[in-house]
Structures are given as structure tokens and as C-alpha cells.
């Protein structure tokens, strides 16, 4: 695991465990007050199963207004106009990201916790062309209007994963947010994990392994 910059972002970086050139890459959005050493362990199972997969894991743009060792990607408070603000700079990041492995972006999972996988939503839906997946674990989908997609556009498949017992971001918001994405033709798989709280565990894990394995280059 090494510091790079990618866009203007700086954060873990982890290279294909096989020593080649990448044939994927996974960038991971961490959650509000936290920053990228705080996902940055996530890539070795990835790795494992995906051994042509580079993995960023950036620091929010901003220090975390409630945590100043922390970053956010967006004021908590503003969810309407916070998300249109951090879009373009995990979208440079990603443009940077993608050219210096000399990939397409549909060798691209983008995925994120709590905040981060809000923003993996927000921006992977967006995608002009789309990644290859997008997985959130604990987030949510703050704004769908804007989404039905211009003529030819395929969005990305998306995994939603979220603790049944969360008290951060409620459970209910998972069915609520593939409900808004299957009329729109998205393909939405969806996990929830009986009584897990605000978190990741092993199991959520192992289903977006399992997910990303139908869609990622190997």
C-alpha cells in the first residue's frame, strides 16, 4: 500500500496483486469524518479474487466540520446541493485514475461507505460512458430526477448493502433507493445483513465479491 494522487485526490493505493498491468481498478469512497486509511484494508480481499485489480482510496476533498482530523465529501447538512459540489472532483479523479492504468471505464467498479457510497451513486449513475458496477454499502440515493438516461445509455448494475440495525442510515433507505432505480432500467441487486448496524461486515463483503465477479474484467 502506497500514497498517490490521482486528480487532485491523494490516498491509499494498492497495486494488481498479480505484479502486471491492471485490468481493473476499484476506487473506494470512505464515509463522512473518516478518510481512506479508514477503507484502505478492504482491497486485500478484493484483491484476492480480482488479482488484475488496482484499488484508489482517496481523502475527502474537505476536512469533516464535526471531526477536523477527518474528511467529508459534502457538508452533511446540505444533501441537495453537496453532492453536485463533490461530483466533479471524484469525477477528475476518476478521469486521472483511469488514464494513468491506461483503462476504459468499464473496467471501473466505483464503490463507497455511508457518505462514500452515496457519492458512489451519485456519480457512477452519471457516468457518461458507465463504469462496470457500482456497489454502496450503507448509503443512499439522495437524487434520482435527473437520471433517466439519454438515448443509448446503459447505466452501471448496482449492489446496495446495508445493515438492517442501522441507526446512521436507515435500512428503509435501501428498498427506497432501488425502488426509484428498476423504473429507470437500472439492474439493482440488493443485500441486507440481519442485524449488522453502521458497517461492513464479512458477509456484505463476500456478496459484493460474489457481485462484482459477474462484471468486472478478469
Known amino acids: 500500500m502506497e500514497l498517490r494522487e490521482f486528480g487532485g485526490l491523494t490516498g491509499p493505493y494498492l497495486a494488481p496483486a498479480h505484479g502486471g498491468a491492471a485490468t481493473s481498478a476499484m476506487m473506494l469512497l470512505h464515509g463522512w469524518g473518516a478518510d481512506g486509511n479508514d477503507l484502505a484494508d478492504l482491497a486485500r480481499p478484493y484483491a484476492i479474487r480480482f488479482p488484475g485489480m488496482a484499488f484508489f482510496v482517496p481523502n475527502g476533498p474537505d476536512p469533516c466540520k464535526m471531526n477536523p482530523s477527518g474528511r ?91 445493515g438492517s440495525d442501522d441507526q446512521v442510515v436507515p435500512f428503509a433507505l435501501m428498498a427506497q433507493s432501488a425502488g426509484l432505480l428498476r423504473p429507470l432500467g437500472v439492474a439493482v441487486d440488493t443485500v441486507a445483513r440481519p442485524g449488522l448496524g453502521h458497517g461492513i461486515d464479512p458477509d456484505g463483503l463476500s456478496s459484493s465479491i460474489n457481485f462484482l465477479a459477474g462484471h468486472v474484467p478478469q
Open 72 to 162: 467529508e465529501w459534502f457538508d452533511i447538512d446540505d444533501r441537495v446541493h453537496g453532492p453536485d459540489q463533490a461530483a466533479p472532483i471524484i469525477n477528475k479523479a476518476v478521469t486521472a485514475l483511469l488514464a494513468a492504468l491506461k483503462l476504459d471505464a468499464s473496467a471501473l467498479v466505483l464503490a463507497g461507505f455511508s457518505q462514500g457510497g452515496m457519492m458512489s451513486l451519485h456519480c457512477g449513475l452519471r457516468l457518461h460512458p458507465s463504469p462496470a458496477a457500482i456497489v454502496s454499502f450503507s448509503g443512499a440515493l439522495l437524487r434520482h430526477n435527473d437520471l433517466p438516461p439519454s438515448e443509448g445509455h446503459v447505466f452501471a448494475p448496482v449492489q446496495l448493502v446495508h
